[in-house]
Structure formats: C-alpha cells, structure tokens
C-alpha cells in the first residue's frame, strides 16, 4: 500500500512538472518587447508584434490565436508583444492609435501593418509570406550592383534632400530657392511620396535644394510655419516661404514646380529694383 502511494506521488509531481516546463516554454513564443529592450531584440530580421493593452477584451480574444501562430512560426519569425500602457513611447513612435495592432518589422524597420483575420492560420501565412518579401529586397539590390557601389549611392540619395533641424534651418535656408517637406516618420502617405520626392530632388540638383523637416523632432519650425497635416510641401526663397505645393505627388510635377517658382521668386527682386 506504501508503495502504491509514493508510485502516484511520484507520477503527480512528475506530471504537474511536465506541465509548468510547457507553460514556460509557451510564454517565450511570444517575447515581451520593452522600451529598453525592443531596439535590440528586433534590429535583426523578421518580427511580427502586436501592441496591445491589458484591459483590451479584443486583446484577450485574439491572444490564443496569436500565441498559436507564434509557436507555428518557432524558428521562422520571431514574435513579440508590446503592452501599451507600460511602453508608451514604443506605441507612439510606431503611431499605434487602438488596439490590437499588430505589424511586421524586418531588421528593425516597420515593413507593413497587419489588417487581416485574427486566426493563427492567417498569422502564419501573412508572416512567412512578408518575410520572404523583405528577405527578397535587399537580393535584387546587391545582384544590379556591386556593394561599394550601393553604398556610395546611398550616400549620394541621401545628401540630395538636406535633413533640416530646428538649429540650422534659418541658416540652411537663408539664400536661394528650396523646396521643404514637412513630415511624421509614422505618416504613411510620407513614406508613399518618399521615393519620388527623393527622385525629384535628385533632378533639382544644382538649381532648388530640397529638405524635410521632420514635425515629430521639430515641432517649433512645423509650428512657426503652420504644418497641420502631413505631409505638408512649401517652397522658400531667401529664408521666406513663398508658396504652398497643392499638386500631384509625382516626381514631374515637384520638379515642374520647383523651377516655375524659382523662377518666379528670381523676377520678383529684380522688378523690385527697377522701380526703386
């Protein structure tokens, strides 16, 4: 009898042990992202991260599913989680604005938001499916040219639209012609015009300079120059705005622009000095 009662005590212990050993192991498919930690946990390769809040009844409803997913994608894609109310500044830098939200991250950069149904199957498929997309990138790059190369034209790209900070934007912009953007890292139309913003800037080299302001880390020039939407596109000459771009965001039409008003703001002083 004395045997038979340490028998299942030992099978108790050994099972309840079993259990709590998998209850670990489910936690860390789903990593916790902190403000202090989240930069250096995801600058390298594929994430998929929900943000959410504690008090979140969606949250609750979707976290068995999400954590499936997470389990599924073991070794694949990494998975995380951000709880809002204790990480704001994360929340805020990625613009989250409700709850859940969840998105893809590749090395450290947002790559896309999640809009679909929140079952463990669609996690899955939409996370395999994004990291082969971002995986893919940076492949066609290197295969068109060689890496010196690309760096070097990184280099140059990046010089064509000026960064402008609240402490050298009067001094920047003092003398000639400048086309300026005004714009949120989060804002997705930005990052949609970016390309031929850049592209145009590129054509501008030489006759209109071209900057951006970014309105999140230089909130007094976006003020001082009333930017209450982003992003917001207005051209200066001699350090004084002249105009507001209104048209296409196309890189024609911003280097259309761009010359018909630099030419504008150069007639200007000169009929001026005729008069006087």
Known sequence: MQKFLFTCLFL?????????????????????????NFEELTEEGPWLIKFFAPWCGHCKRMAPAFE??????????KVGGVDCTENKDICSKFGVRGYPTIKFFY????????????SADNFVEFSKEKAKEAQEQPKEEEKEEPKEEVKEEEEEEKEYVKELLSENFEELTEEGPWLIKFFAPWCGHCKRMAPAFEEAAKKLDGKVKVGGVDCTENKDICSKFGVRGYPTIKFFYDGKEFTKYSGDRSVDNFVEFSNEKAKEAQEQPKEEAKEL
Do not use: P
């Open 12 to 36: 108790i212990l050994f099972v309840g042990s079993f259990c709590n050993e998998e209850e670990v192991e489910e936690k860390l498919f789903v990593q916790e992202l902190l403000s202090e």
């Open 68 to 77: 499936e997913a997470a389990e599924k994608l073991d070794g694949e894609v």
């Open 107 to 118: 090395d450290g950069k947002e790559f896309t938001k999640y809009s679909g149904d929140r």
